[in-house]
């Protein structure tokens, strides 16, 4: 195996640590490559590692909100926060997971920074650092557990666009989430238009603007 698909001959043996090289991410991720260029299409990677496989997503969806948005600051801001919204992971070792928040807001702040320079705004990227603490999870995706919080059930939160510049936001529990996709016959997500089941959310939150996710 490279070095770059293993850090550690310990890691494989206690957690069976292996990382998916970039030619095999993209290879599967062109399987489903209409949904990696739709902006608000959400991806959960539940062994996330340091995010090889959520880097290359959120890289496709900036790519598509830079060729559509890049002339207007404010609606780029907007999508590019969606599309940072739309990205979720878990993983067991801590390390993983720092990295993996830290190598998406790199990959978003290099292009935003590229983009407006100056001009960028500081509460955008405080949003989208927001968004990856909570998308981004230290915990244990078979016992639906957090790592880093003893006994807590790792809550994911849905963040939808309402209107130009708000954003809903809504927590949901990953086990409920997990049991109701793959636990009845009526799916969670549709884009179909077939009836679906969504459960209730644990917690619900005023409107906020897209840039004052963080207050």
Known sequence: MSKQQVKCK??????????TA???VNAMLDLVKHETERIESRFLEPACGSG??????LHRKLDVVKNRYKKSQLDYERYAVIAVSSIYGIDLLEDN?????CRLYDL???????????????ACRESVRYILDHNIIHGDA???????????LIIFSEWSAVNSVMIKRRDYSFEILHNTQFGSD??????????????DPIKEYPLTHFLKLSK
């Open 10 to 19: 310990t890691r494989v043996a206690d957690h069976g640590e292996v990382f």
């Open 22 to 24: 970039e030619r095999e």
């Open 52 to 57: 090889n496989f959520l880097v290359e997503v």
């Open 97 to 101: 997971v720092e990295e993996c928040r």
């Open 108 to 122: 978003f702040n290099e292009q935003y920074t590229q983009l407006f320079k100056k001009k960028c705004q500081e």
């Open 142 to 152: 078979l016992t639906f557990k957090r790592a880093d919080k003893e006994n807590d």
């Open 186 to 199: 009526a799916g969670l997500f549709s884009d179909l238009g077939e009836e679906v089941f969504i459960p």
